[in-house]
């Protein structure tokens, strides 16, 4: 029985690691995305000003900012 759950021990140990690893990408993604948004908004404003007669107004610029997060119970939902 103490195999049985050092074994389970290892075992979730090792998700949470995973899970950490994951959460952290998720954080560079979600920054570099907002990094992205910011630099598209702006290149979509310098060419609003440069170009008066294009008259289209850019529809992605009013969505709102999603972020990703991770559920702290995902090693639950692997089984």
Do not use: V, W
Not at 54 to 79: A, C, L, R, V, W
Request: proline share 3%; with cysteine.
């Amino acid at each position: 029985m103490d195999e049985a759950n050092y074994k389970l021990f290892l075992k979730n140990c090792a998700i949470i690691q995973e899970n950490e690893r994951l959460r952290k990408k998720a954080e560079e993604l979600a920054e570099e995305n907002q990094a992205l948004r910011q630099e598209l908004a702006q290149k979509l404003s310098k060419s609003k000003h440069t170009d008066p007669d294009h008259g289209s107004s850019s529809s992605t610029m009013n969505q709102p900012n999603t972020t990703t997060t991770t559920n702290t119970n995902d090693e639950n939902n692997k089984k």
